[in-house]
């Protein structure tokens, strides 16, 4: 069998905050941007890795979605329990750095962890637990 990871998926409440975040901070790629208002699916990637991507996505856009579902998903973003995603950089001081500077929130500072990796966490403009590991 011959799988890869293509694309996962991350919500947005500010479409134009998610892009500079992404694009501006860490420096992903803009692959497309389609829609209008808060309603747009923008997909990013590291440049140099044009299989793998994010699609930022307006949360609970699905007409199945329930009221009551779609009010649980607001709350959750809120609380930043919704959506998350394990990067992973070379140098994770100067990535903290970079990051810090463009004002994200700051969750942990790079950290070596009891089961020997080495990390920090932001949250994005939605609340999405970004987490960076570094290669070792």
């Not at 929130?105 to 932001?122: K, L, M, N």
Request: hydrophobic letters at 40%; charged letters at 25%; a negative charge.
């Amino acid at each position: 069998m011959d799988i890869t990871i293509h694309t996962s998926f991350l919500p947005h409440v500010d479409p134009d905050a998610s892009l500079a975040f992404y694009r501006d901070v860490l420096g992903f790629e803009v692959r497309s941007d389609v829609g209008q208002g808060t309603m747009r699916w923008i997909v990013v990637g590291p440049s140099g890795q044009p299989d793998t991507s994010i699609l930022l996505a307006p949360p609970a856009a699905d007409p199945g979605v329930t009221e009551d579902e779609r009010r649980t998903i607001g709350e959750m973003m809120a609380k930043g329990t919704y959506g998350w995603i394990l990067l992973a950089t070379r140098d994770l001081d100067a990535t903290f750095a970079k990051v810090q500077s463009g004002d994200a929130e700051v969750v942990q500072e790079p950290t070596e962890q009891p089961y020997g990796i080495r990390d920090c966490a932001f949250r994005d403009p939605a609340g999405n637990l970004v987490r960076i590991q570094e290669l070792r």
